[in-house]
T-cell receptor, first 114, second 113 residues
């Protein structure tokens, strides 16, 4: 167990719908990252938050948005879903303190758009 | 933007042989280089990492080397075992303020017994 919790584990929804994926980072970790992994694909960086503020943005679609709340949990919102959005969405968290910067991944949310 | 290239995309080795995976990064300010292993259907997990102030790091059968001048780093697995079969991802980052990890595309390693 990495200490990073993602809910739900599985999500099946129809095209055009909107979903919210939730991530609770490890206790004390200030950074939260979201990655998308499509079938047979690598880990595509979507967005990073650090202590509540957006820190970096990757190739995140305009239909997607995210936020990090004061308690440091994060949510990734996906709207106007398309078949191609079906993927495994990972959240990771890390803390930078004295050189410790390992990122720990959650188990992922498998999104299936039908 | 930052980019990490990883080769090969697939690698098949015989049990007991060595496996080498290579990565090249573009951001010269990167100073942290972790390697993650992802088994089928599971989350990526850190197996070894190296910081820019060292050239090599070893942990039992795995080792990582870093060439900052050439901006490339490699993962070496010796005496491979079937349980080493997985997808391996390299990544690069600047450690300051927990900067994002930029991942390579991944290498599917198959160890044949």
């Amino acid at each position: 167990d990495s200490g990073v919790t993602q809910t739900p584990k599985h999500l099946i929804t129809a095209t055009g719908q909107r979903v919210t994926l939730r991530c609770s980072p490890r206790s004390g970790d200030l950074s939260v990252y979201w990655y998308q992994q499509s079938l047979d694909q690598g880990l595509q960086f979507l967005i990073q938050y650090y202590n509540g503020e957006e820190r970096a943005k990757g190739n995140i679609l305009e239909r997607f948005s995210a936020q990090q709340f004061p308690d440091l949990h994060s949510e990734l919102n996906l709207s106007s879903l398309e078949l191609g959005d079906s993927a495994l969405y990972f959240c990771a968290s890390s803390i930078y303190r004295g050189g410790d910067t390992e990122a720990f991944f959650g188990q992922g949310t498998r999104l299936t758009v039908v | 933007g930052e980019n990490v290239e990883q080769h090969p995309s697939t690698l098949s080795v015989q049990e007991g042989d060595s496996a080498v995976i290579k990565c090249t990064y573009s951001d010269s300010a990167s100073n942290y280089f972790p390697w993650y292993k992802q088994e089928l259907g599971k989350r990526p997990q850190l197996i070894i990492d190296i910081r820019s102030n060292v050239g090599e790091k070893k942990d039992q059968r795995i080792a990582v080397t870093l060439n900052k001048t050439a901006k490339h780093f490699s993962l070496h697995i010796t005496e491979t075992q079937p349980e080493d079969s997985a997808v391996y991802f390299c990544a690069a980052s600047r450690m300051e303020y927990g900067n994002k990890l930029v991942f390579g595309a991944g290498t599917i390693l198959r160890v044949k017994s």
